[in-house]
């Protein structure tokens, strides 16, 4: 099972930023638009943002303005920068590709934003 690894969560008081990094497979990545996902307590998983191969970007209304999504070819990664947190973006966030295989779920990295 090949995993994509996530990094760069923490805790920020609201209105910080942080920013997110997925590495993936070369083999994954060249071929697949990817996406980064979040699940809050007690709520299913949902797509925050995704990016094609071409750079074209898509946002959840929630986080529109808010964050960027990025994806670096030479080193095979994904980023998200997360700027005005807000309490409600606390959850685990996870990449994955877009549309995503159940396959590639990583473990995630835990963001927690205090009021």
């Known amino acids: 099972q090949v995993q994509l690894v996530e990094s760069g969560g923490g805790l920020v008081q609201a209105g910080g930023s942080l920013r997110l990094s997925c590495a993936v497979p070369g083999s994954i990545f060249s071929i697949n638009a990817m996406g980064w996902y979040r699940q809050a307590p007690g709520k299913q998983r949902e797509l925050v943002a995704r990016?094609?191969?071409?750079?074209?970007?898509n946002y959840a209304d929630s986080v529109k303005g808010r964050f960027t999504i990025s994806r670096l070819n030479a080193k095979n990664t994904v980023s998200l920068q997360m700027n005005s947190l807000k309490p409600e973006d606390t959850g685990i966030y996870y990449c994955?590709?877009?549309?995503?295989?159940?396959?590639?779920w990583g473990q995630g990295t835990q963001v927690t934003v205090s009021s």
């Open positions: 994955n590709t877009f549309p995503l295989r159940q396959r590639y």
């Open positions: 990016i094609n191969s071409g750079g074209s970007t």
